[in-house]
């Protein structure tokens, strides 16, 4: 299995792209690896006003990981077909559960403690519909058009232009998606639940937080691995 070599100059769509297990600690440093995989770890660091233990503590991290038994197969090392599979598997189908879920719940939770904290209930609720909007379109582009023009055997240099074409629409789609995201987690105070929050209102922010977070890895492994390789 390849391996990469971490240091100052590694970049960040690459690092997440062999090591997934450090999107985490990532988006807790607030660190955009999707929509700016191409900046280096270096400047991420210093931009972020962190110190050079930080890169040591990646680097111990990825030789830790290394050796785990249940690591994954980087997705730089698939072909279209099985990259495409996993992308639908493990993002589109458990993304669409999640925002259906949230659905209900967002709207239930602004009825609920409309008289709590409206102004944020509001802002809440608007950039999930956002959200989710964005989010719709932008997969049943990808599953109706993208993907089918990707698995075609017999693409013609017109069909290579297109894909090239869609694909360029799709990542200002995902810039859209990162930006709300962004706003999410500034309005939700990094999806911390305010004080009068019940049970259901918790389990709204522990769901946001993990849907931004598999968004931003979704998107990592779509403008790092698979459109690239139609560039």
């Not at 191409?38 to 890169?55: P, Y």
């Not at 409206?118 to 964005?134: A, D, G, N, T, Y």
């Not at 922010?205 to 492994?221: C, M, P, Q, R």
Request: hydrophobic letters at 40%.
């Amino acid at each position: 299995m390849k391996q990469i070599k971490i240091n100052n100059e590694t970049r960040l769509g690459e690092l997440v792209t062999y090591f997934p297990a450090i999107t985490g600690r990532l988006n807790e440093l607030h660190i955009d690896y999707c929509c700016q995989g191409d900046r280096t770890l270096g400047e991420a660091i210093k931009d972020a006003g962190l110190t050079s233990d930080f890169l040591a503590e990646v680097q111990d991290a990825y030789s830790n990981y290394l050796v785990r038994p249940d690591k994954e197969l980087p997705v730089t090392e698939l072909p279209d077909k099985q990259l495409i599979n996993l992308i639908l598997e493990i993002h589109h189908q458990p993304e669409r559960a999640l925002w259906k879920e949230l659905d209900q719940l967002v709207n239930l939770v602004l009825l609920v403690h409309y008289g709590h904290g409206k102004e944020l209930l509001l802002k809440l609720h608007r950039s999930f519909s956002e959200l989710k909007m964005e989010l719709e379109e932008h997969f049943a582009r990808e599953e109706k058009e993208l993907f089918p023009a990707m698995l075609n055997p017999d693409k013609t240099d017109e069909d290579e232009a297109a894909i090239r074409s869609l694909i360029l629409q799709l990542e200002d789609e995902h810039e859209g998606a990162g930006r709300i995201i962004k706003r999410l987690i500034k309005e939700t105070g990094d999806f911390t639940p305010p004080e009068y929050a019940c049970p259901t209102m918790k389990a709204v922010y522990l769901k946001l937080h993990e849907l931004a977070d598999d968004v931003f890895l979704h998107i990592a492994k779509e403008n790092n691995v698979l459109f690239k390789r139609y560039k």
